[in-house]
């Protein structure tokens, strides 16, 4: 197996108030397997395998944060942001039996008696999202949340390409209220 897998961040503060982050991932992965069980009987079938697997990842993520305090009293953090993601896997693989003799190992395998059906597969999938979320605070005891997401993907359905997926709540850290002490 060779792997590769390699991720990467920066973060530029625009503002006091504003921070844009983006991060890049990338993996990568090879396999060859192989197996050799040789003919040490007479009645021995032995056999062979070769199979080869491939994948590849990448990612990117961008988001855009706003943070401040206002008068000391109201607290807004808000990000909005964007990913893509892709994914690739490839492989293919023979299996053999009853081999004739033990010199070429797995490296000739269609001197089998036997060859099964070789396999093969392929699968592909990518990501793309959209997000947004605002938290707001007031004197630290009172809390909202807004997000928003929305992902399109090769894996939903041909009419449905997009899902959306809003979410919100509120909060209220009773144990800093006057009456709780």
């Known amino acids: ?37 040789p003919v ?40 909005l942001g964007f990913t893509y993601q892709s994914y690739v896997t490839r492989n293919a693989g023979i299996s053999v039996s009853q081999l004739t003799s033990n010199i ?23 990501l793309l999202s959209g997000l947004g979320r605002i938290n707001y605070s007031f004197l630290g005891k009172y809390m909202f949340t807004a997000s928003f997401r929305s992902d399109g993907s090769s894996r939903f359905g041909t009419a449905n390409k997009w899902g959306y997926f809003p979410s919100a709540a509120v909060a209220w850290r009773i144990s800093d209220e006057s009456f709780m002490e």
């Open 1 to 37: 197996s060779n792997a590769i897998l390699g991720n990467s961040t920066l973060d530029v503060k625009l503002t006091d108030d504003l921070v844009f982050k983006t991060l890049l991932g990338l993996e990568y992965q090879n396999n060859n397997n192989e197996l050799f069980v």
């Open 104 to 126: 070429t190992e797995n490296y000739n395998l269609g001197s089998a008696t036997l060859i099964s059906p070789p396999t093969s597969g392929f699968s592909e999938w990518k």
């Open 40 to 79: 040490i009987y007479e009645d021995d079938r032995g056999e062979a395998k070769d199979s080869h697997s491939y994948f590849n990842s990448f990612l990117n993520e961008n988001t855009l944060t706003y943070a401040k305090t206002f008068n000391e009293v109201h607290n807004i953090n808000a990000l």
